[in-house]
Nanobody, 125 residues
Framework: QVQLVESGGASVQAGGSLRLSCAAS????????MGWFRQPPGKEREGVAA???????SYSDAVKGRFTISGDYAKNNLYLQMNSLEPEDTGIYYC???????????????????WGRGTQVTVNS
């Protein structure tokens, strides 16, 4: 049984940093695809960052250069380091996983089978 549990969400000032964690069980991080998605208030869920077995990360244009996705193979954890946070980064952040996805679609939420319950990130101006 796959279980994904996010943590690390908080309320921060613009320009600040946060590190989100996703504890994964029942899925091998290094063999499948894992990603971070977010849902801003009143908007649809959107892809933020994802990584597959190749280890090459993908980022949305909105976060490129500010966010970094990484993983800990030993702990089977996925992380999202978020720097230079902006009010537009506010939302619920979700961790997702799937055994296999086309590389070109890793930032599409519909491609992922397994989801965590999310963690709230609020960036104040």
């Amino acid at each position: 049984q796959v279980q994904l549990v996010e943590s690390g969400g908080a309320s921060v000032q613009a320009g600040g940093s946060l590190r989100l964690s996703c504890a994964a069980s029942g899925v091998a991080y290094e063999r499948g695809y894992m990603g971070w998605f977010r849902q801003p208030p009143g908007k649809e869920r959107e892809g933020v960052a994802a990584v597959g077995p190749s280890g090459s990360p993908s980022y949305s244009d909105a976060v490129k250069g500010r966010f970094t996705i990484s993983g800990d193979y030993a702990k089977n954890n996925l992380y999202l380091q978020m720097n230079s946070l902006e009010p537009e980064d506010t939302g619920i952040y979700y961790c997702a996983a799937d055994p296999w996805i086309f590389e070109s679609k890793v930032l599409l939420s519909g491609q992922y089978k397994y989801w965590g319950r999310g963690t709230q990130v609020t960036v104040n101006s």
